[in-house]
T-cell receptor, first 115, second 112 residues
Framework: SAVISQKPSRDICQRGTSLTIQCQVD?????MFWYRQQPGQSLTLIAT?????????ESGFVIDKFPISRPNLTFSTLTVSNMSPEDSSIYLC????????????FGEGSRLTVL | GENVEQHPSTLSVQEGDSAVIKCTYS??????FPWYKQELGKGPQLIID?????GEKKDQRIAVTLNKTAKHFSLHITETQPEDSAVYFC???????????FGQGTRLTINP
């Protein structure tokens, strides 16, 4: 299993500002995933972050809006840039379990409210 | 791309009764089907998964069935307990943990 810590757990932000979410894992992992969960909605994959390379973004998500850093095998950040109320969501960091099990482990999420 | 539909969106059952949540997927190449439970204020947690070479899998009170021909899979919870109250998500993927596509979620409420 993996223990994932996210900061901040929640924040209230002003329109037009940017916020960086940090994700720390208790073990080294190759891939980290960032998901968005809009209020009462499902989880949508934003991007996959590999250490030492550019993140791979899913359709509908762009690097200018959601820049990601992956400086080492235990840490990643997601920035939500130039925020609008539509960005109010829970942002979740996740990693895949070892051994090719396919299991995803999630952090507890960062709940952002944009006013 | 893959599309996963989940029903119902809300489900209320009496404690001790069974609950069934159903999902359909669109891409016949998908071969991994996990179910996640999300409690209030927490991240989703895997409760059971099934791969396309198996038709049914059971873990104590929880079971998952898969019909590849019809492209649907279901979660069955028996002898429900209050702690089963949560939001449940199904998902599908052809690449394991990568590119998981989630269903819309089912809010399950167990009434005492």
């Amino acid at each position: 299993s993996a223990v994932i810590s996210q900061k901040p757990s929640r924040d209230i932000c002003q329109r037009g500002t940017s916020l960086t979410i940090q994700c720390q894992v208790d073990s080294q992992v190759t891939m980290m995933f960032w998901y968005r969960q809009q209020p009462g909605q499902s989880l949508t994959l934003i991007a996959t972050a590999n250490q030492g390379s550019e993140a791979t973004y899913e359709s509908g998500f762009v690097i200018d809006k959601f820049p990601i850093s992956r400086p080492n095998l235990t840490f990643s950040t997601l920035t939500v840039s130039n925020m609008s109320p539509e960005d109010s969501s829970i942002y979740l960091c996740s990693v895949a379990g070892g051994g090719g099990t396919g299991e995803l482990f999630f952090g507890e999420g960062s709940r952002l409210t944009v006013l | 791309g893959e599309n996963v539909e989940q029903h119902p969106s809300t489900l209320s059952v009496q404690e001790g009764d069974s609950a069934v949540i159903k999902c359909t997927y669109s891409d016949s190449a998908s071969n991994y089907f996990p179910w996640y439970k999300q409690e209030l204020g927490k991240g989703p947690q895997l409760i059971i998964d099934i791969r396309s070479n198996v038709g049914e899998k059971k873990d104590q009170r929880i079971a998952v069935t898969l019909n590849k021909t019809a492209k649907h899979f279901s979660l069955h919870i028996t002898e429900t307990q209050p702690e089963d109250s949560a939001v449940y998500f199904c998902a599908a993927s052809m690449r394991g943990a990568q590119k998981l596509v989630f269903g819309q979620g089912t809010r399950l409420t167990i009434n005492p």
